[in-house]
């Protein structure tokens, strides 16, 4: 593997760990909001956060560069400041935090669902505060929940490829992810070349969910010997 490739390999990385440590505040309290709290609008919140789980990824893209072109309504707000986003490598960034957005807020709502109301309510009745009680009760309970769903959006980053290529490109150097470099080198014949990033990709993949596999059967033996 050259210098080329791991530069590659690094900015795929790179712009997967940001995308997810992006979206991981709003994530976790979007998850809270739909698991602890009813108000009105929430099953037409809930529709739009699983719209890209469901819709073809190049759709999405093809959304994002509507809203973060130089034309777009938010895009050219942003660029009359000075701010490019679409074809830069902020735009990775988006498109990946965009399309792995709805496996975390998934998988943690479940992980808040599953947390009792009634150790919550003892925690009130102690004198603490809303947000006290997330942070010492709810969120505790919750974060092999939380856990997973963080290593399955960074997964799913690692893997993006429709929305990337079309809100970002496919800029060597620039923008080109992994699944991007992969999708180029076959296109050109350079078999070798794809393969070696395909094994990279599984590797990497392999072993962050290894990790967070172990990281749960450990939570899970503490609380079970606690």
Known sequence: MDGAQLGIVAFTVKTALLSTLVILPPGIGLAWLLAKRQWPGKSVVETLVSLPLVMP??????????????RGPLGGWLYERGIEVA???AAVVVALGVMSFPLLVRAARVAFEEVSPRLEQIAATLGSGNLRIFFTVTLPLAARGVLAGTVLAFSRALGEFGATIIIAGNIPGKTQTLSLAIFQFVQV???REAMSLLLVTVIIAFLTLLSAEWLARRGKKKTEAG
């Not at 990824?57 to 130089?70: E, F, S």
């Open 87 to 89: 074809f830069t490598a």
């Open 189 to 191: 014949g350079r078999d």
């Open 57 to 70: 990824p190049v759709a999405t893209g093809l959304i994002l560069l509507m809203l973060l072109g130089r």
